[in-house]
């Protein structure tokens, strides 16, 4: 019976190809990243070489390595004009903005109308005062003051009077500062009133603090700006002779001094306060 030689009846895995092996049809071998089929016996003949090789998978594009693309913790990976790209980490406190269609991404800082531009603590100390470097008036105009105070121990009687200084702690508002104040005790449903009229400050509170945290919040218009001064606010704590009694007063306070520079501001207690203070401005 006559024999025939079928040859490879599968394709027969020959791995990297080597240029001194002997290769039949069907030897499969890979080349360069792709995988080539034998179509004619050969002997040194690269796998490129189409008179005995046929492509059987080509090799795709090489990707773009990630891991050194991104390098740092705080690293994102996103896609420019051209291929991956790294943004990396922005400064705290930033967010992720996009730019749109055809744009990268970027790092950018918050703005708001409402910023914090002052903070800190005061101890056993009667003057509070704020300098006029604190108030950037080309950007604000209106700065809010929110104060936690207590006396730093006992009691005490007296006013608070709220006053314009200069740098130096000078009072700049002499004869030119006016207001007004409304006060209720929680003992007592009566409203009683008091003004103050081209003098040097306005009271803030009447008849005095203790050792209770109370809470002075005002809103000063026109610091650093060449225009009249204006004001108001309200202070709420427990009355010194009391500590179930409370204490609420409302108060205004204007100013004629049209002054553009050097303005700041004291908050005078009438005993020495402990306590904490923030600052805010408003474009």
Not at 84 to 95: D, H, I, K, N, V
Request: glycine share 14%; proline share 1%; with cysteine.
């Amino acid at each position: 019976m006559a024999t025939i030689n079928l040859g490879n009846i599968k394709f027969n895995w020959k791995g990297t190809y080597a240029g001194g092996t002997a290769y039949v049809i069907d030897d499969v071998v890979s080349y360069s990243g792709s995988s080539y089929i034998c179509k004619l016996a050969s002997t040194g003949n690269l796998p490129t070489n189409t008179t005995y090789w046929d492509v059987m998978s080509q090799a795709g594009t090489n990707g773009t390595d990630v891991g050194t693309t991104i390098t740092t913790q705080g690293d994102i990976l996103y896609r420019d004009a051209s291929g991956l790209a790294r943004l990396g980490a922005g400064t705290s406190g930033q967010y992720l903005e996009t730019k749109g269609t055809g744009q990268n991404p970027v790092w950018s800082t918050i703005s708001s109308d409402y910023v914090k531009v002052a903070e800190g603590s005061v101890t056993n100390t009667q003057s509070w005062d704020f300098a006029s470097t604190i108030f950037d008036n080309s950007i604000y105009m209106n700065y809010d003051f929110y104060l936690e105070a207590k006396k730093h121990s006992g009691t005490g009687s007296g006013n608070g009077e709220l006053r314009f200084i200069d740098n130096n702690g000078s009072n700049i508002g002499a004869g030119t500062t006016s207001g007004n104040i409304l006060e209720m005790n929680s003992s007592s449903g009566n409203v009683n009133g008091y003004n103050r009229d081209g003098t040097d400050s306005t009271i803030f509170l009447q008849d005095g603090v203790r050792d209770s945290y109370g809470i002075y919040w005002g809103t000063i218009q026109g610091l650093g700006r060449a225009v009249h001064k204006s004001g108001y606010g309200i202070t709420i704590r427990p009355n010194h002779d009391g500590s179930t009694r409370t204490r609420s007063s409302w108060w205004t306070i204007w100013g004629s001094n049209n002054q553009a520079t050097n303005w700041g501001i004291r908050w005078q207690f009438p005993q020495s306060m402990t306590g904490t203070y923030k600052i805010f401005g408003r474009k």
